[in-house]
C-alpha cells in the first residue's frame, strides 16, 4: 500500500496537467478565431508560413532548452497549427455563405453508423459545430439521389484512396449529376478485424467487408486462406452481420471506432498493405458556394478533348500558360462513345481567380465538353517544415558554408547556364540525348531466363527504343552471368546497357557492364556515391528523389559535375505529395524550370507517376516542354510483356510523330 500511494498521486498531478492543457488548447483555438476575423477584415491569407516557421523555430528552441525532443515539438505544434488553419478556414467559409448556415444538417453517407463514410461526415460537421443528422444509403446513387431531392443537405461520397486509388464508381457518377462539390475531408482508415467480445483470430472462419478494405488488406487476408469472405456493401453492414451473428467464428473488416457502435473488439490491427491508409471524401449540394479568396481553393472540372493527336497535351498547356497547378487528373470511359474518355481535373485554384476564368475560356474553346463540378476550400494542410539547422541537429560545417557569398556560389554551379552556355548532349552507340535529340530508354527488371534475352532485346530495339535499364541486381543469384548474357544480347541489336545501382555495394559490377550507370532516386542523396560516379568516364543519369526539391535535385548533379564527369542526364519520376501518399506526382514544372538554369538533358519516366492508360499522353506532354528523352517501363511478367511493348511501341510512334 505504501507503494501504490505516491504513484496514484503521481497520477493525480498528471490528470491535472492534462485537464489544464486542454483548457489552455481549447483558449488558443478561441484566439485563432479572433486571427480569422482580423484577416477576414484586412483580406490576408489564412497561412503566413513565414510566420509559421519563425513560431516552429522559437518553439523547439524553448524545448530543447526544457529538455524536449526538437522533433517532438515540431510534431505536436505542427498538429496545432493544422487544427487551426482548418478552424479558420471553417470559420470564414461559414461567413461566405450566411445562407446555407443551418444549425442542423441532413447528411447522407454510405452505409450506416460506424462505417467509414459517416465516421468521415462525423468528423466534418464536428469541425464546423453543426449537428448532424445522418442518412445512411446503401450506394453512391442513392446518396446522390438524396441530396437532388432535398431529402439531405449534404452527401458524402469517397473519391480515392491511398492503397486502392481512386473510386471509380464515384467519378461516372459524378458524369450524371447536377450537384456541386462544396467541400472535402480526408480520414485516417485504420482496418481492423472486429469480432465479437471474447472471440480469437484462430475461431474466425468467415470474414465481412466491403470490396475496397479486402483490395486495401490483401496482404493480411492472403495470410489466412481458410477465411470464406463475405462481400458488403459498407463496412457498416459487414460489423451488423457480425453482431447478428450466434456464434464468435464470425468478423468484420473495419474501423475500431466503429467497431465500438456495434460493440465489437478487434481480434487484429493494421491490416492494411500500407503504413499510412487515407481516405479522401468529397462533399456534394445542391448549391455551389462561394469560397473567399484568403482560403487555400480547390477546383474541380471534367471535359472530353476530342479524339485528335495531342488534345489533352493541348488542354494541359493551357493550364501551364495561366501557372495552374493541376493535382489529379483522372479518367474514365464515356457511355455510349467508345475509345472516348471523360477527364477530371482537380485544379489548385480559386474559380473566382482571374487565371481561372481566363483558363476556362481557352479550355471551352479546344474541348467538346467541359463543366465545373466545384469549388472549394482545400482541407490538406501541409506542415511547415524547418530545416536541420533549425532543428539543430546540423553540424557547424554547414552553417559556416551557408554565410558564403552568392556570388560564390553562383559561380560554382556547374549545371547552370552561366557556367555553360551550349546544351550537353549524350551520345553513346545510337542513343543520343540532348541538343534537340530526343532518347528512348526501355527500363525492366533482369529478367530470370538468360535463354530468352535475345528475343526480348529484339522486341524492345523493334518497339523504338535505344537502351535498357536494367535494375534487380540484388534480386539476382548469378547476376554476373546473367548480365553478361544479357549484355551480349543487347550489343547484338544495337541497344546500350544501362545499369540502375539501387545499393552502393553494386557500383563496381554496373561499371563492368555497362555502358551508362543510372543512379535511382533513393540513392541520390548518398554524397558518397555521386563522387565515385563523378570521377568515372561514363555517362551517368541522376534520378530525382521522390522527397527532394529541385534545388536539392541540382545540387546533387552539381556535386556528381565537381568530381569531373560531365556526362550527366537527369531523370524527373514524380515526387511525394500530400494529395496521394501511394503515387508520387510528377513534377513537370520542375522540368520546365530545370530546363531554363540547366544546359543538363532532363528526362522523365512518367510510369511511377501515372495510370498506364494517360503515359502515353504525358510522354508526349513532357516533349513538348522540351523533356530530352522518356524512361518507359516494361512488364516482369513475360505474359505482360507484349501488351507492354506495345503500348511503349505507340507512345514512342506519337512521340517520334
Not at 519563425?54 to 529538455?67: D, I, N, P
Not at 481535373?345 to 476556362?360: K, V
Request: aromatic content about 6%; some cysteine; overall charge negative.
Amino acid at each position: 500500500m505504501s507503494k501504490a500511494q505516491p504513484l496514484n498521486h503521481t497520477r493525480e498531478q498528471i490528470t491535472a496537467l492534462d485537464n489544464e492543457l486542454l483548457a489552455l488548447l481549447a483558449k488558443r483555438r478561441d484566439l485563432s478565431l479572433d486571427v480569422a476575423k482580423s484577416k477576414e477584415v484586412d483580406v490576408r491569407p489564412i497561412r503566413d508560413t513565414l510566420r509559421e516557421k519563425e513560431l516552429l523555430a522559437r518553439l523547439v528552441k524553448q524545448g530543447r532548452e526544457q529538455g524536449l525532443d526538437a522533433h517532438y515539438v515540431l510534431s505536436l505544434y505542427q498538429s496545432i497549427i493544422e487544427d487551426s488553419v482548418l478552424n479558420q478556414q471553417a470559420y470564414l467559409q461559414g461567413r461566405a455563405n450566411p445562407d446555407l448556415q443551418k444549425q442542423q444538417y441532413c447528411v447522407a453517407y454510405l452505409g450506416a453508423r460506424g462505417s467509414y463514410s459517416y465516421l468521415a461526415a462525423n468528423r466534418y460537421c464536428d469541425r464546423r459545430q453543426i449537428n448532424m443528422q445522418d442518412l445512411g444509403c446503401s450506394s453512391f446513387d442513392e446518396i446522390v439521389h438524396a441530396v437532388e431531392s432535398g431529402h439531405a443537405d449534404y452527401g458524402f461520397l469517397p473519391i480515392e484512396n491511398t492503397s486502392s486509388e481512386s473510386i471509380n464508381e464515384v467519378y461516372d457518377v459524378l458524369q450524371h449529376t447536377s450537384l456541386a462539390i462544396v467541400g472535402e475531408t480526408t480520414i485516417e482508415v485504420g482496418h481492423c478485424l472486429l469480432a465479437k467480445p471474447g472471440s480469437r483470430l484462430a475461431d474466425i472462419t468467415t470474414v465481412y467487408a466491403h470490396p475496397q478494405p479486402i483490395s486495401q488488406c490483401s496482404r493480411f487476408l492472403a495470410q489466412y486462406p481458410n477465411f470464406k469472405l463475405e462481400y458488403c456493401s459498407s463496412s457498416a453492414e459487414a460489423m451488423d452481420k457480425v453482431m447478428q451473428a450466434d456464434n464468435g467464428s464470425v468478423a468484420a473488416i473495419g474501423s475500431a471506432e466503429g467497431g465500438a457502435l456495434y460493440q465489437l473488439e478487434a481480434v487484429a490491427k493494421d491490416l492494411a498493405n500500407q503504413k499510412i491508409n487515407q481516405s479522401r471524401f468529397i462533399v456534394v449540394a445542391r448549391k455551389a458556394i462561394a469560397v473567399p479568396e484568403q482560403l487555400l481553393a480547390k477546383t474541380t472540372l471534367i471535359m472530353a478533348t476530342g479524339q485528335k493527336p495531342g488534345a489533352l497535351v493541348e488542354a494541359l498547356l493551357v493550364l501551364k500558360a495561366h501557372d495552374l497547378n493541376m493535382s489529379k487528373l483522372e479518367s474514365r470511359p464515356i457511355p455510349g462513345t467508345p475509345w472516348e474518355e471523360m477527364f477530371y481535373l482537380d485544379l489548385e485554384a480559386n474559380l473566382a481567380n482571374d487565371a481561372m476564368q481566363s483558363a476556362l475560356k481557352e479550355l471551352e474553346r479546344i474541348t467538346r465538353f467541359i463543366k465545373v463540378l466545384g469549388c472549394y476550400p482545400c482541407e490538406t494542410v501541409d506542415p511547415t517544415q524547418l530545416s536541420n539547422s533549425q532543428l539543430m541537429i546540423e553540424p557547424n560545417t554547414s552553417r559556416e558554408q551557408q554565410v558564403k557569398p552568392a556570388s560564390s556560389v553562383s559561380a560554382q554551379t556547374r549545371y547552370s547556364k552561366a557556367y555553360k552556355q551550349s546544351a550537353t548532349q549524350i551520345i553513346s552507340g545510337q542513343l543520343q540525348i540532348g541538343e534537340q535529340q530526343f532518347g528512348a530508354i526501355a527500363q525492366l527488371s533482369l529478367p530470370q531466363s538468360p535463354e530468352l534475352y535475345s528475343q526480348k532485346a529484339k522486341q524492345i530495339k523493334e518497339a523504338g527504343f535505344q537502351g535498357v535499364v536494367v535494375e534487380g541486381l540484388s534480386r539476382q543469384s548469378d547476376v554476373t552471368r546473367n548480365l553478361a548474357s544479357l549484355k551480349r544480347a543487347l550489343d547484338q541489336f544495337g541497344l546500350e546497357a544501362i545499369i540502375a545501382i539501387e545499393q552502393e555495394n553494386e557500383l563496381k559490377l554496373a561499371t563492368e557492364f555497362a555502358a551508362l550507370i543510372m543512379i535511382t532516386g533513393k540513392l541520390m542523396v548518398n554524397e558518397s556515391l555521386l563522387k565515385q560516379v563523378g570521377s568515372l568516364h561514363i555517362p551517368v543519369i541522376l534520378e530525382r528523389n521522390t522527397m527532394a526539391s529541385t534545388e536539392e535535385f541540382l545540387n546533387a548533379a552539381d556535386l556528381i559535375l565537381s568530381q569531373g564527369n560531365q556526362q550527366l542526364v537527369l531523370c524527373e519520376s514524380g515526387v511525394r505529395t500530400f494529395n496521394d501518399d501511394a503515387m508520387p506526382a510528377l513534377d513537370l514544372s520542375a522540368l520546365v524550370s530545370i530546363k531554363a538554369l540547366s544546359h543538363l538533358p532532363v528526362m522523365v519516366n512518367p510510369c511511377y507517376a501515372t495510370p498506364t492508360a494517360q503515359v502515353g499522353a504525358v510522354a508526349v506532354a513532357a516533349k513538348q516542354l522540351h523533356a530530352d528523352g522518356v524512361i518507359l517501363n516494361l512488364a516482369e511478367e513475360a505474359e505482360s510483356l507484349d501488351s507492354s511493348l506495345t503500348l511503349s511501341a505507340q507512345t514512342l510512334t506519337a512521340l517520334y510523330s
